[in-house]
C-alpha cells in the first residue's frame, strides 16, 4: 500500500479530550492512489481495500512513545 506521512504536529491536548490534528487535505496522496478507474460493477462488489491511520505520541513529562493504531476495510463498490 501506500503510506503518506506528517510530522512534527506540535499540539497538546488534556486527558480525556478530543481534538483534530489534521486534515487529510494536508497528506501527499496522489490521484492515482485514491481513484479507482475502469473497474466493473462486478470486481466493485467483491473487493475489499484497507486504509490505517497511526498516530504516534507522546505524554508530557514522561520520555515514552506510544501509538495508536487503526485499520477498516472497505467494499470498493461503497468508495466509487
Same mark, same amino acid.
Given at each position: 500500500?501506500?503510506i503518506?506521512? #506528517?510530522?512534527? #504536529?506540535?499540539?497538546?491536548?488534556?486527558?480525556?479530550?478530543e481534538g483534530?490534528?489534521?486534515?487529510?487535505?494536508?497528506?501527499?496522496?496522489?490521484?492515482? %492512489?485514491?481513484?479507482?478507474k475502469? %473497474?466493473?460493477?462486478?470486481?466493485?462488489?467483491?473487493?475489499? #481495500?484497507e486504509?490505517?491511520?497511526a #498516530?504516534?505520541?507522546?505524554?508530557?513529562?514522561?520520555?515514552?512513545?506510544?501509538t495508536?493504531?487503526?485499520?477498516?476495510?472497505?467494499?470498493?463498490?461503497n468508495?466509487?
Amino acid at each position: 500500500g501506500k503510506i503518506s506521512t #506528517i510530522s512534527k #504536529i506540535s499540539n497538546e491536548f488534556a486527558p480525556l479530550s478530543e481534538g483534530k490534528l489534521v486534515s487529510i487535505d494536508r497528506f501527499s496522496l496522489s490521484e492515482n %492512489v485514491i481513484s479507482f478507474k475502469n %473497474v466493473k460493477k462486478r470486481y466493485a462488489h467483491k473487493k475489499n #481495500i484497507e486504509y490505517g491511520v497511526a #498516530i504516534k505520541y507522546r505524554i508530557s513529562g514522561a520520555n515514552k512513545e506510544r501509538t495508536l493504531f487503526k485499520t477498516r476495510k472497505y467494499r470498493l463498490s461503497n468508495l466509487i
